[in-house]
């Protein structure tokens, strides 16, 4: 019966500390799978300041992340995910970021350059141009 009791005890919430922290680790990761410079991956962390994004890098464990830059990973990781299932091939994955597209969302730009345009929108329009080629809702 000890079983059941635990099943029935509530979970709590994962704290926002240990979310920023998973986050923050498969950002750079994926950083390092595009081959991101550092002035890129401030960008779309939202251009915190230098030494706190070196603070990040060091050690996701200690970052206390605002909203802005926890919707931005949201974003960044759905369409790393997106791309795992549109594209299986690792290489092809990691270069379609950066490859001219010529749908009308890019105008001729990669999905890198539209979402290096600073605001969250531009995050977000990709992921969305993404699961809408994978089938999903936009």
Same mark, same amino acid.
């Given at each position: 019966?000890?079983?059941?009791?635990?099943?029935?005890?509530?979970?709590?919430?994962?704290?926002?500390?240990?979310?920023?922290?998973? =986050?923050?680790?498969?950002?750079?990761?994926?950083?390092?799978?595009?081959?991101?410079?550092?002035?890129?991956?401030? /960008?779309?962390?939202?251009?915190? =300041?230098?030494?706190?994004?070196?603070?990040?890098?060091?050690?996701? +464990?200690?970052?206390?992340?605002?909203?802005?830059?926890? +919707?931005?990973?949201?974003?960044?990781? =759905?369409? #790393?995910?997106?791309?795992?299932?549109?594209?299986? !091939?690792?290489?092809?994955? !990691?270069?379609? /970021?950066?490859?001219?597209n010529t749908a009308p969302l890019f105008g001729g730009q990669s999905a890198l350059d539209r979402m290096l345009g600073g605001n969250v929108? !531009?995050?977000?329009? /990709?992921?969305? #141009?993404?699961?809408?080629?994978? =089938?999903?809702?936009?």
């Amino acid at each position: 019966m000890p079983n059941a009791a635990r099943a029935l005890k509530p979970h709590s919430p994962p704290d926002s500390r240990a979310i920023a922290a998973a =986050g923050l680790r498969a950002f750079f990761n994926i950083a390092r799978d595009w081959q991101l410079n550092t002035d890129a991956q401030m /960008v779309l962390l939202g251009t915190p =300041g230098r030494s706190t994004f070196f603070k990040w890098k060091a050690a996701p +464990e200690s970052a206390d992340l605002k909203r802005d830059t926890l +919707e931005r990973l949201s974003y960044i990781l =759905g369409i #790393y995910k997106a791309l795992q299932i549109l594209l299986p !091939d690792t290489a092809a994955t !990691d270069a379609w /970021v950066k490859k001219p597209n010529t749908a009308p969302l890019f105008g001729g730009q990669s999905a890198l350059d539209r979402m290096l345009g600073g605001n969250v929108a !531009d995050l977000m329009v /990709v992921r969305q #141009y993404l699961d809408v080629q994978r =089938g999903g809702w936009a």
